[in-house]
């Protein structure tokens, strides 16, 4: 059968379609870079395969079928397949073209397999060997793909390369940026404390000013210079001559390079002047670096520590002033330990011994009544050390009480007058009393603490008495000097003609535990706290006291107090004498030491009362508990005391319930004489505190009124 249009046709499509499917190629792989112009070009030659093979439908010019539907090629048949070879050329050209720019492969391997391809098809064609082209093509394919697998494996060893010389970079890069990171932290570190920040590479780089103190310029009439020359310049500039040598030594290129590398820095003090003119003390830091490239570096920070140099010496100045007191104090006190010791030890010594002469002699009244006198005295004194100690504890910690009573001057100045003359004139002093003063004072009714007055007079008149050998005179006079604030200001004048008071212990005299020559102890004796004690309660009194005196000549007193004014109305009834009278009172005492215990007994039984006596606070509470109620008027508890102590003994008898439990008189009787001693006592339930060595009219009228106070 004749062929058909459509057989026709589809046999133009088949020959059009093949280098369509290669241009396809070629666009996907190629990118130029003139697009529309470039792939026209590109375009050119499909269009004419398509023209060529669709001119079979009218001609006969690309193919043709006859009656056999048989293909017959006409004159330009070629020109599909040459589009195709053109465009597989183009592909393979292209392909092996990247593969050059991508450096995948090199350029003489295409160059040496191209050409020898075109040698073996010239041998075939012009010298008729058959076969060898193919055979070119064979090895040829077999030599590129070796080259292409060599020309790889180069570049992933390449590759390992730059990927290992790219890590050694990041390595360093990182390395860098941690040393800046160190770097910043260190300069921001010093910028918060230093008021100047300079950065100074070691090995003959620039210094940076970091952070500059306008009124102190690191680098003078300078830009750029490296460590060593901006040290010497600033030095020469700011340091003060007599350290000048020592900065340059300690902050030399040597020395900071060696505290760089030992990572130990530099911190160091030197008095540098500043811009105007004032020499203060500077404070320099270096702390060590490295640059980015890891080079030694320093980082140095500079501020002013003048004012606080100044305050640091100021507090080692006070600290050693501090020091020397306390060693001086520590001295004071263990001169007084020993004066003490010495002091209790020999009117001690002297009871003992004297107690011993009365042993051997029970049968000798009157040397027994003698030797008792001399006992009551080395008691008296041993009482008397005893309270002076007391007394300037209660002063240094500011408890003592004063007491606000109306008293008659000329009345207290008499009673004064008659203990110390007849002090002094035992010793075979002179005593000159000179009354006029008194006897003319304009208010002589004045409200004060008449015991506390006692004790700084009496302290005064023993002190000149003490220290005034035979034949002396002490003299006395008193004058009131004028009111003010309803106050009148007495004063009181105490001349001896005594050994004097050195120039040098002078200023010390009101100081506790001193005394002036510790080669007198064996002469005169004291715990050195008389004055101390005078002192304290002037103060308390808000009064004064004055001293004058010259070795050999003597001293002078001078003694100066306000008092409130107050008037004849204001005294206290006169109490007559009498004698307090126990008679028909129940006592119930409870004391452990056994002679203290007899003692109080005989004394109380003496008074006229009834005692049952008991050995500690347990045994009291029993014999209490088991007696009718009422039966005891008065109960007297010592504090230390086995099983059960005064204050629990005074406790448990308030909340005994009985009858007279919550009103009965109860007193204690201690050694301690503190205040807080006395608030224990009382907030037990005691009604009095008494102060042990006992005084027995004091004993008898706190027992008389308490005995008033509950009875009636």
């Not at 050693?320 to 001169?335: D, G, I, P, T, Y």
């Not at 604030?485 to 105490?494: G, P, S």
């Not at 308390?540 to 100066?560: N, W």
Request: some cysteine; charged content about 20%; hydrophobic content about 45%.
């Amino acid at each position: 059968p004749h062929p058909t249009a459509v057989r026709i046709a589809a046999a133009a499509v088949s020959y059009s379609i093949r280098p369509a499917m290669i241009l396809i190629l070629i666009a996907l792989v190629y990118h130029p870079k003139n697009t529309l112009k470039n792939r026209l070009f590109l375009l050119v030659p499909e269009m004419i395969a398509v023209v060529a093979s669709f001119s079979a439908l009218f001609s006969d010019l690309c193919f043709s079928y006859d009656q056999n539907n048989v293909l017959t090629p006409g004159p330009v048949f070629f020109i599909p397949y040459a589009v195709t070879v053109l465009y597989l050329a183009v592909l393979i050209f292209i392909l092996l073209w990247k593969k050059v720019l991508d450096r995948e492969i090199e350029k003489k391997v295409i160059a040496v397999t191209l050409g020898f391809i075109i040698m073996a098809m010239i041998c075939e064609s012009f010298m008729g060997i058959d076969g060898i082209s193919r055979t070119a093509i064979v090895i040829c394919t077999i030599f590129f793909a070796s080259a292409l697998q060599t020309t790889k494996l180069h570049q992933t060893i390449y590759a390992l390369q730059e990927n290992r010389e790219l890590k050694n970079a990041l390595t360093m890069l990182q390395e860098s940026k941690q040393q800046l990171e160190k770097n910043r932290s260190v300069m921001q570190m010093l910028g918060e404390d230093y008021t100047t920040v300079i950065y100074a590479p070691l090995q003959g780089g620039i210094i940076e000013v970091i952070k500059a103190d306008e009124s102190h310029v690191i680098v003078p009439n300078e830009v750029s210079l490296d460590i060593h020359t901006a040290t010497q310049k600033y030095a020469q500039a700011y340091i003060i001559a007599e350290e000048r040598q020592s900065f340059m030594e300690q902050f030399s290129l040597e020395s900071i390079e060696q505290a760089v590398l030992t990572g130990k820095g530099i911190t160091a003090r030197f008095d540098a002047i500043s811009h105007n003119g004032k020499t203060e003390c500077m404070e320099y830091h270096l702390m060590p670096a490295l640059t980015n490239e890891g080079a030694p570096a320093a980082v140095i920070g500079l501020r002013n520590v003048d004012e606080q140099v100044q305050k640091e010496r100021l507090q080692m100045n006070m600290l050693r002033e501090a020091l020397e007191q306390a060693k001086a104090a520590n001295s004071v006190k263990e001169q007084f330990l020993s004066r003490m010791s010495h002091d209790i030890r020999t009117p001690l010594n002297g009871i003992i011994g004297l107690l011993k002469i009365d042993e051997l002699h029970q049968d000798d009244l009157q040397l027994i009544n003698s030797n008792r006198r001399k006992i009551q005295v080395c008691a008296d004194h041993l009482l008397s050390l005893v309270n002076d100690v007391l007394d300037m504890s209660k002063i240094e910690d500011n408890k003592v009480s004063l007491a606000s009573t109306t008293v008659y001057l000329p009345d207290m100045s008499d009673d004064i007058e008659t203990i110390v003359r007849m002090q002094g004139e035992e010793k075979g002093i002179t005593m000159v009393y000179d009354n006029t003063g008194v006897m003319t004072l304009q208010h002589p009714y004045i409200c004060c603490s008449p015991v506390h007055v006692r004790q700084i007079l009496l302290n005064l008149y023993s002190n000149s008495i003490k220290y005034t050998d035979a034949g002396g005179t002490i003299t006395t006079e008193f004058r009131e000097i004028g009111v003010k604030d309803d106050k009148v200001i007495l004063q009181m004048i105490i001349s001896d003609t005594g050994i004097g008071i050195s120039s040098e212990f002078l200023p010390h005299i009101f100081e506790p535990f001193t005394q002036d020559s510790a080669d007198a102890r064996s002469v005169y004796q004291g715990t050195g706290l008389g004055m101390a004690i005078v002192k304290g309660l002037v103060d308390r009194m808000d009064g004064t006291i004055e001293v004058e005196s010259e070795p050999g000549k003597g001293t002078v007193f001078t003694l100066t107090i306000p008092f409130v004014i107050s008037s004849a109305d204001a005294l206290p009834s006169a109490q007559q004498e009498k004698q307090y009278s126990l008679k028909g009172m129940k006592i119930l005492l409870a004391e452990d030491n056994m002679l203290n215990n007899e003692i109080a007994v005989t004394l109380l039984e003496e008074a006229g009362a009834s005692i049952t006596s008991v050995y500690d606070g347990q045994e009291a509470c029993d014999t209490l508990l088991a007696s009718p109620d009422g039966y005891y008027d008065v109960i007297m508890l010592d504090i230390m005391m086995p099983r059960m102590d005064g204050l629990q003994t005074a406790k448990a008898i308030r909340e005994s319930g009985r009858k007279e439990s919550r009103d009965i008189p109860i007193i204690a009787m201690s050694a301690n004489a503190f205040e807080e001693d006395i608030r224990k006592s009382l907030d037990a339930g005691m009604n009095r505190h008494l102060v042990k060595p006992l005084d027995m009219k004091i004993v008898l009228s706190a027992i008389v009124h308490e005995y008033h106070r509950y009875r009636h």
